[in-house]
Structures are given as C-alpha cells and as structure tokens.
C-alpha cells in the first residue's frame, strides 16, 4: 500500500474524476490511477483563506514564509544564483536566508518550517532516503493535502533552479544559442517544417 492512501474514487470531485478518466483514455496516467488519487488530496477548489500566500502560488495551501524559504533553499541546492538573491517575501529576511543551509543554527523555526525545509534537503540530496518516518513526522505537523502540495512544489523548484543553473545567466560568455526571433514561441517543425519532410521522405 502507498505511504499515503490515495482517496477512494467516490471522494473525488466529478470534476476529479473526470480529469483522471481523460488522463487515463488518453494515455497520461496508469489505467489503476493510484498515483492520481493520491495529488487529488491537493486538488481544492477555492483560493486558500491563509492571508500569506506566494504571489507565485496563488492557489496553495502552504503560506507564503515557507514558500519563500522553500524556494531560496532549492536555488541553494542547485546553484540558481538569481533565485537565491531574489527576496518575494518581506519576513524572509537575508538574515533567515544564511541559517537556510543549517536550520540548526536558528532557533525560531517553527516545527512545519524545520520538517518542510528537510524533506526538501532530502528529496533533492538523495530521494531514497524518504521512507515510512519522514511521512509520519510531516503528518504530525501538516495536512495530507499540504504534504502533496510539499512534495509537488518542492519537486518543481528543484527541478527549475537546476536547469536555470546549467543556463548559467551571470556568465561572461558568448551565448552557446544566440537570439533568434524566428526561434520564438514555435515547434521545429513549424520554423523547419518543408526540411524536415524532406528528410523524412529521404530517410
């Protein structure tokens, strides 16, 4: 059974259901949809009431303190130099910032603030390492649906602040792509398309 048990069919939304079922006839999920019903916890329907959201995640269950320090502790994680500099939240201050590398050091934290900041630590250092305990401790102190709201915003931001990384944005250097307007907003087929029928037919 999944760490976290997905939600029976009949508590989806119809609206739930009737995006799985698409998914499914199309080919975007399994056909037992598991997986599905487990992220529908995270499916609410209405703007959460928290009063401290991240303008980024203006639909999300988790405040806009922990988003931020979410967010600059991924860029740390994966080297995103403008991300790590960028300051969205007012409370997250360069003085937070600094302990985010070792939560130790800063005795203020709040309990979601130390689990939420380790989960990230662990699913971007070494994802095998998030078994049985790490869900019962995040279960102390956060809701199912905000564990899946966790897990999905932290999977996201590591994954951008590592691609923005290999883009590398402060560097000196002649760009490896240089500007284009035809490369913009379009397919290769659509810029190259009468060329790459060509070499279609020819292959």
């Known amino acids: 059974m999944p760490r976290i048990e997905p939600m029976p069919l009949h508590a989806l939304t119809p609206k739930e259901r009737q995006r799985q079922e698409h998914s499914v006839q199309h080919g975007g999920s399994p056909a037992d949809k598991t997986a599905s019903r487990i992220l529908a916890y995270a499916q609410h329907e209405h703007i959460p009431d928290d009063g401290d959201r991240h303008y980024n995640y203006p639909r999300h269950l988790l ?113 490896v792509i240089p500007f284009d307007p035809a490369q913009v907003g379009v397919t290769w087929n659509e810029l190259h398309g009468a060329a790459v029928e060509q070499q279609a037919v020819k292959a």
């Open 63 to 175: 405040g806009g303190k922990l988003l931020e320090m979410l967010r600059i502790r991924s860029a740390q994680l994966g080297g995103c130099a403008p991300c790590m500099e960028a300051r969205k939240v007012d409370s997250v201050t360069d003085d937070v910032v600094v302990c985010l590398i070792d939560t130790s050091l800063r005795g203020d934290l709040t309990e979601r603030e130390r689990r939420a900041l380790a989960f990230l630590d662990l699913l971007a250092g070494d994802h095998h390492q998030i078994g049985d305990a790490v869900y019962r401790g995040l279960a102390e102190v956060f809701t199912t649906a905000e564990i899946i709201e966790l897990g999905q915003t932290c999977g996201s931001m590591i994954g951008i602040h590592r691609f923005i990384h290999t883009l590398d944005p402060h560097g000196d250097s002649k760009p």
